[in-house]
């Protein structure tokens, strides 16, 4: 007789309890990784949280780690790869595999904590050279958080870039030879990539930037007012109407000090300062690039201005190289304003709409044409007036400014010969005039404050007494030209040659407002420069890319006014505006 017993089926095993179940998706998730190329994202992720120039906000300082830890993780899968096609091979027993797994695990519970502390020590350290208050550590897990993010997503892209060279090497096969065809393919897909982020996507991005820029440039900033002395371009005197100089060319005609603030500084009777300047808006063509003979045109306008406002017939005639969307510095226009009485004239006009970060990525050509021509424009009106009556002939600009207002001269011989005085300010490492002068340094003399030629004619400083105390400076002759840049400012420092090649700078002792234990690494130091710029001016003066309140210093030693009260006066001045 059969029974039930005999016939009914095997109990079902029990279901794996959550916390396997986890255990076993975590094994599989990580077994898509390379254990080779974890090990150097993890060094990657150590690096980038060591010191840079500036301190950053958190989230920025997750985007550097991300990017930083993705780019290890190319390298040693890429490494890992090369290995093996020579020939390596290793058969790892499954035993030593897991051991391996768990130690790189065990590495990263203790490394991966430990560095964020790090971190945000390293990061307080800077904000205190840069007079910064101390950040909240709190603050500082959410770097992993943006880390983790950025680094999945790049990922992502990274292999799907993969699979399309993968799918391009299918169709290339057919007429090559398998390995000319993986080249072939990782060459191509290279190239769109390239072109696709250099070319198309950048047009694009300033094309609508340019359009948004454009609807800002309208308005006209809190407090800024229709000047009404003749004296200034935008007055009912002007040839250049008030809605035409845009945000920026409105506020600096209606900005700087009056004659009664002059002489309440100085104590000298002053004059009404001349502003003139003539924005983007006059031109016919509004399309976000400016060829030169569009540049040539708007410059025209800014000489007719000067002979409106009797320019050529003051003491002093500054032409300003602006900024994107025509920004002037006013500390540094207002510091030449105090120094002479008021018996000056400043020159300046719009070339785009962009605001400077963007204008620095898509539009490059368009600050030298603006420089070039603005300066050849007056220098050829001043050149023909009396060598002993007209203006002393002066150049300055910040950033882009400074980029673009170099761009007029041959060399620095040429500046000499062609200018009484100028003062470049924070000037883009791209600049070649910058480059060419800092490379010439003299024997022994540091990259982040170059001696060119004993400081004859040309000096570098980060602030004014570097003028007169660095080693090897012989006397100093006019006219006077000054590199005015400070050794925290990504903006002098930031270069694509960061990947791959350690400056000077970084070999030298550094300046007084970096960590000093800042150095270089490769790709990482590249990220953490970039990022650095993003807020590279929200820094207090004196740092970064703020060059404020100390421009009188500056102006009075390329002028040669040795009044010192007079300039610590000035000082003041503009603090009390700040």
């Not at 603050?139 to 870039?161: E, F, H, K």
């Not at 500054?318 to 400043?346: M, P």
């Not at 990259?447 to 090897?472: C, K, S």
């Amino acid at each position: 007789m059969t029974t039930t017993l005999d016939t009914q089926p095997a109990p079902p095993e029990p279901s794996p309890s959550f916390s396997v179940r986890l255990k076993d998706g975590i094994l599989r998730w990580l077994g898509r990784f390379h254990p080779v190329g974890l090990a150097v994202a993890l060094l990657f992720y150590c690096w980038s949280l060591s010191p840079s120039l500036l301190p950053r906000p958190w989230y920025l300082q997750g985007v550097a780690t991300g990017i930083s830890v993705i780019t290890g993780y190319g390298i040693g899968v890429l490494v890992a790869w090369i290995v093996r096609k020579c020939g390596f091979e290793t058969n790892w027993s499954a035993t030593v595999k897991k051991v391996g797994w768990y130690l790189l695990a065990a590495v990263a519970v203790v490394v991966v904590p430990t560095f964020l502390v790090l971190g945000s020590w390293w990061q307080d350290i800077s904000r205190e050279l840069v007079g910064m208050e101390p950040g909240s550590s709190w603050d500082y897990p959410g770097v992993l958080l943006v880390a983790v993010v950025v680094t999945l997503l790049l990922l992502v892209i990274g292999r799907g870039l993969r699979h399309v060279a993968q799918w391009v090497t299918g169709l290339v096969v057919r007429v090559l030879p398998a390995p000319l065809a993986r080249i072939v393919s990782v060459v191509l897909v290279g190239l769109i990539v390239f072109w696709a982020v250099e070319g198309l996507l950048s047009m694009e991005i300033a094309r609508i930037a340019n359009g948004s820029a454009r609807a800002v440039d309208e308005g006209t900033a809190d407090g800024v007012e229709q000047p009404q002395a003749p004296e200034r371009s935008g007055s009912d005197a002007s040839l250049e109407p008030w809605d035409s100089l845009g945000r920026e060319g409105r506020t600096f005609v209606a900005g700087g000090p009056s004659p009664e603030e002059i002489t309440a500084v100085t104590g000298e009777p002053a004059m009404m300062p001349i502003r003139v300047y003539a924005g983007y808006r006059s031109l016919d063509s509004l399309d976000g690039y400016t060829d030169y003979d569009e540049m040539e045109v708007l410059a025209s306008h800014v000489v007719a201005e000067l002979d409106r406002t009797g320019a050529f017939e003051r003491e002093y005639l500054a032409v300003a190289t602006t900024t994107g969307r025509g920004w002037v510095n006013q500390d540094v226009a207002a510091a030449l304003e105090y120094l002479s009485d008021g018996n000056s004239a400043i020159a300046a006009m719009q070339y785009s709409f962009l605001a400077s970060p963007l204008a620095f990525l898509a539009d490059r050509v368009s600050p030298r044409n603006a420089g070039r021509a603005l300066f050849e424009a007056v220098y050829a009106r001043w050149s023909v007036l009396d060598p002993e009556t007209r203006p002393k002939l002066l150049v300055f600009g910040e950033s882009l400014g400074s980029y673009g207002g170099q761009s007029a001269f041959a060399g620095v011989q040429d500046m000499i010969t062609r200018t009484d005085g100028a003062l470049w300010v924070g000037t883009p490492n791209f600049t070649e005039q910058w480059r060419r002068i800092t490379d010439s340094r003299d024997p022994g003399s540091r990259e982040i404050l170059p001696v060119i030629y004993g400081g004859q004619n040309v000096r570098f400083a980060a602030t004014p007494d570097d003028l007169t105390e660095l080693d090897g400076l012989r006397d100093w002759e006019s006219p006077r030209i000054v590199y005015w840049q400070h050794p925290s400012d990504p903006i002098v420092w930031w270069s694509s040659q960061l990947v791959r090649h350690r400056p000077d700078w970084l070999r030298e002792e550094r300046g007084a407002d970096i960590d000093k234990g800042m150095s270089w690494i490769p790709f990482v130091t590249f990220w953490q420069v970039t990022l650095d710029m993003v807020f590279a001016a929200e820094v207090p003066g004196g740092h970064g890319h703020a060059y404020t309140t100390e421009a009188g210093f500056f102006w009075a030693d390329i002028l040669g006014i040795e009044d010192e009260v007079r300039v610590k006066a000035v000082f003041d001045a503009l603090s009390s505006d700040e």
